[in-house]
């Protein structure tokens, strides 16, 4: 088993640039590729960044250029740079994982207990 715990929501202005972190322990070796899913209210839960093991990553059109996905393997953590904030990027922001990257863009193996992000004035 794999437990993730995201940590850096909350409220934030519009145009701010919080980032997100989450923490990966456990079996850990059967992780191959980490993302960052988002779920605002009446909305389906949608990928906005995914990353393998080696770096390769993967944004939704609706971030990109907005937000920058890392991970530190040595950490076992993944991040979300969010930059230029918009009220509708208020969701509830979820860390997810998997074996491979076509698994965490279909279907995660693991997701974290999700973090508010709330961009208001």
């Known amino acids: 088993q794999v437990q993730l715990v995201e940590s850096g929501g909350g409220l934030v202005q519009p145009g701010g640039s919080p980032t997100l972190s989450c923490a990966a322990s456990?079996?850990?070796?059967?992780?191959?590729?980490m993302g960052w899913y988002r779920q605002a209210p009446g909305n389906e839960r949608e990928l906005v960044a995914q990353?393998?093991?080696?770096?390769?990553?993967n944004y939704a059109d609706s971030v990109k250029g907005r937000f920058t996905i890392s991970r530190d393997n040595a950490k076992n953590t993944v991040y979300l740079q969010m930059n230029s904030l918009k009220p509708e990027d208020t969701a509830v922001y979820y860390c997810?994982?998997?074996?491979?990257?076509?698994?965490?863009?279909?279907?995660?193996?693991?997701w974290g207990q999700g973090t508010q992000v709330t961009v208001s004035s």
């Open positions: 456990g079996s850990i070796f059967s992780i191959v590729a």
């Open positions: 997810a994982a998997g074996g491979s990257y076509s698994a965490v863009k279909s279907q995660p193996s693991y």
């Open positions: 990353i393998t093991s080696g770096g390769s990553t």
